[in-house]
């Protein structure tokens, strides 16, 4: 039980061998310390995970938590985290979701639920309230994502002669499969990076469904509706989250990348695609999107809805239309629409998919792996993404992930990838910051968790994005802010307005132009600030995530212990990682990345990664060696 609102007070450890559950420890202490989602999730597997196991293992563990946030009202709240020991990296991934599930875990009266052990039969649970049920599968298991959501809900309506309010997590054939980058799918939403969907596959379990009649307890519930009100009109009127995300999601993204030579291409060998305009957020808005749509509790709505066959169903994101577009050099949108479409329903992440292909087709350009597939070629790609999914004839190598592949057959430096993870569609070779955050982020090549650098070098604020002056300062502040964001169960995109809207919507102004000048001078200010954050002892009105976890927890909270927070979570998956043989040697990039300039004539152009980790690593307080040191783990009371 827990003295703090927001919570429900309840950790469950389900055990699938023996079909058991019982309370896992989870104090108050705890919840101080790691406040929850991710953060909770990586200090239970740092607790539990020994550096022995296999994500195939029975002992691999899957940690599904939740934030005090969820359920409460708070802007873009609903989200829930999955962690595990993943099948592409080997080392611990997390993925967070935007689907219900994580508020009907609450409502159910969990926090989190922690899966061990593997099921003898394919099986789906069932959780209402204090009631957990083990159900055979029978015919669900083989069925696409929808369709499976679609049975699941139509059982528990059946059971009950009634429309059952529940959330749904699922996987499709390809976590069924065991694909690599298998994703679990909520809703629309996705789990969708580094192969959670596998690890369900492996213990056998297709399902969970939450359902419950418990409310989420708020500490000062007038304080919190006004604050939530204030917060929603911020983020309505702010240039990102009020214009450009509604207006056009994150495929709005396309055109900037372009101007800003950051869109990948050609898996990766070039930063502009001459096409773009035809797979573009503004053409996908005027000719396809039917109408936005959007997370529970969520004012942005950055999803769209297209029609694919007659289905309205989820459009593509930035990164799919980045991959799926100038990455295989296809300029056909249709095409894409259907692509991501099936790969929902097959339950893939469409980032990993689609830069392995990318990867064969300049294989079997070398000559190093002949498989038919080539860039421009799009008729047998919707055959491919299938036969990954199901593993049959070239799928079942291309559904282990780039690093495998390039391992086998050759073309490693510019197998897309770090620590196994396949890149988002940002080319950080005119973008370095962006560079190094994908070579240190703790899950592998990931925009989001390296830090999203590429906000402050191209895409928001336009910061020198060649120097490597500051960027290790402002990637660890960047990676603990939106790791502490996260953690209270919030979308990363209320983390944009952290940049005042006059920056965003003035580019050329005085006080913009100055601000991107000075960026790359203020290091040691952003060092102080990262080494002592207690300094930071009061809210900032540019994050206002602090004040909701004061009224809806009760507990204390400020800029600072907001971002010690974020950082101890930080390090403690970094520690995670340790134990599975993560160290600096593993952060790294493609050759293709660091060692070939994009503009063969700026010998600039390509990321000066070894410099920046240098300084990273210094700016982290890690030793040489990328990992944190004992003091330093006894100053964030990690040990
Ligand atoms: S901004 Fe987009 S991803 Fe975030 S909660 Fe809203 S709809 Fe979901």
Redesign the pocket.
Known sequence: MTTYSGYMGKVILLDLNTQTTCEYPWTDKDRELYIGGKGMASKILFDNLTGEEQAFSEDNLIVITTGPLTGTGAP?SNRFNISTLSPLTGITTSSNC?GNFGHYLKKAGYDALIIKGKCKEHTWIEIKNDKFTFHECGELWGMKVTESQEELQRIMDESRNCRVKCGILSIGPAGENLVKYAAVISGERAAGRAGVGAVFGSKNLKAIVATGNHEVPVDNVAMNDKHNLKWTNTLRKHPLTGNQ?PKMGTAGLVSSMQVRGILSSRNYALGQYDDFDMVSGETLAEDYNIVNK??MS?P????RTVNVKGHNVKGPELETLGLLGGGIMNNNLEKILQWNYELDELGMDTISASSTLAWAMEANEKGLWKTGLEFGKITNISKTFNDIAFRRGIGDELAEGTRWLSKKYGGEEFAIQSKGLELAAYEPRRSVGQGLGYAVSNRGGCHLNGGYLVIVENLGLHADPQTPHAKADFCMFMQDLMEAVSLGGQ?L?TSYAVFPGFLISKPNGIITTTVNKVIPFLGPVVRVLNKFPEIASFHLWLIPHTKSLHYVTGMRMNLGKFLRTGERSYNVERMTNAKFGVSAKLDTLPKRLTDVPQDPKNPKTKVPLEKMKKVYYEARGWSKDGLPTEKKLKKMKIV
Not at 300 to 303: D, E, R, S, Y
């Open positions: 873009c935007g995300l959007g997370c969520c942005i709505k950055c999803a979308c995109f």
